[in-house]
């Protein structure tokens, strides 16, 4: 009894590591991309060192179900102010590389929900639990 446990406890996490080791989809890793610059973005703007053109960016709240995704990361890169700022920079080429992932990558991969370009200007709070 002890041989057969001690066997199906490692088979169970030979399986728990090899669930884990698996390589991320292009839908997890777009959607995490996603995830990591709009949570940059809310950084920026809220951050007291940062230069003040910060403010006159456009908005990147990203949705990548929703189509006009593109339209919002194409806007962002190309948005000619804020050049001299590092982070602004920095953030512009996490942009890109997630619309060079969304339309040379995973263009097949993903299915766009909505073409609602207001949702991207304005995003939903997620709700509140009541305790």
Known sequence: PTMKMLLLLIALL???LLASAAP???YSRVLSLSKEITE??????TSKAVDSCVETLPRLYLDIHN???????????AYPGCDRVVEVNELKEKARSLYTI???YC????VFLTDDCNA???PISPPTEHS
Do not use: G
Request: proline residues 3%.
């Open 107 to 110: 263009r097949r991969d993903l």
């Open 40 to 45: 940059s973005f809310k950084e920026l703007q």
């Open 120 to 122: 991207l200007e304005i």
């Open 102 to 104: 969304l339309i040379s």
């Open 67 to 77: 189509y006009c995704v593109l339209a919002k990361l194409r806007d962002f890169v």
């Open 14 to 16: 030979s399986a728990a």
């Open 24 to 26: 991320p989809t292009c």
